[in-house]
């Protein structure tokens, strides 16, 4: 993929619930969005704006209706759930509220993980999960289990399981939501610290103040994107097509 190439490209993106004749719910209604790498975007909108739907279709946990979806250049709306299934392990790397951590293993363990399912051999990348460990400040919690953390820590384990694949970019869902302020400013600043090095991050999250961490913000409503600010000043959407 060349620089010049989007991260992300969505054209006529549509989401439909079939429910049955006039009750079909559209979550999605040809949303148009183009993410450049580098980029630091968040994304937010009330229940039933269709945020969490873009969620997991930007997270390939998910399908369109209708539309085409290009990651990294590749068109995953079409591909066969194996082969999507590996491009979602392979592109994205995730950072959840909850931290989804391994209970029974070890922080190195647990930031292993995503290399088990890439089927990688992980002996030849253990000294990288020990480098990433101590970039997130666990160095020294290597053996540590999760309930041994500290909420704080537990995400910073998530997020450096989130970078062992190098992926093409951070998907983080409400990623402070489980925190204190204080403890949620550390992690905000360590996804900025990803972000000044180079690393694509979408951010969805309910809360201002976190999504004023990213230069571009999209709000949507109704399936579409309502409005977007870059850099703090407000973008000109028509009918969800940025």
Wanted: net charge negative.
């Amino acid at each position: 993929m060349s620089k010049e190439s989007a991260i992300i490209e969505i054209e006529g993106l549509e989401k439909r619930y079939v429910l049955g004749g006039e009750n079909d719910v559209y979550a999605l209604r040809g949303v148009e969005l183009r993410v450049e790498p580098g980029s630091y975007m968040a994304i937010m909108g009330p229940s039933g704006s269709g945020k969490s739907t873009m969620l997991n279709i930007l997270g390939c946990l998910d399908r369109p209706t209708a539309g085409s979806y290009r990651l990294g250049g590749e068109n995953v709306a079409e591909m066969p759930d194996d082969e999507l299934s590996e491009a979602r392990g392979r592109m994205i790397g995730f950072i959840f509220q909850s931290y989804n951590l391994i209970a029974q293993l070890t922080v190195l363990e647990n930031i292993q993980v995503p290399l088990l399912y890439q089927g990688r051999d992980l002996r030849a990348y253990e000294s990288r999960c020990v480098d990433l460990a101590k970039l997130v400040g666990l160095g020294d919690r290597l053996t540590h289990r999760p309930n041994q953390l500290s909420g704080g820590q537990q995400q910073r384990v998530a997020i450096a399981r989130s970078l062992v694949n190098d992926p093409l970019m951070i998907l983080a869902d409400e990623p402070t939501g489980n925190l204190d302020s204080k403890t949620g400013r550390e992690v905000l600043d360590l996804i900025d610290q990803l972000n000044g090095q180079g690393k694509t991050i979408v951010l969805v999250t309910h809360d201002e103040k976190v999504a004023a961490r990213a230069h571009r913000v999209i709000h949507m409503k109704d399936g579409l994107i309502d409005r977007e600010v870059r850099n703090r000043e407000v973008v000109p959407v028509a009918g969800g097509r940025p």
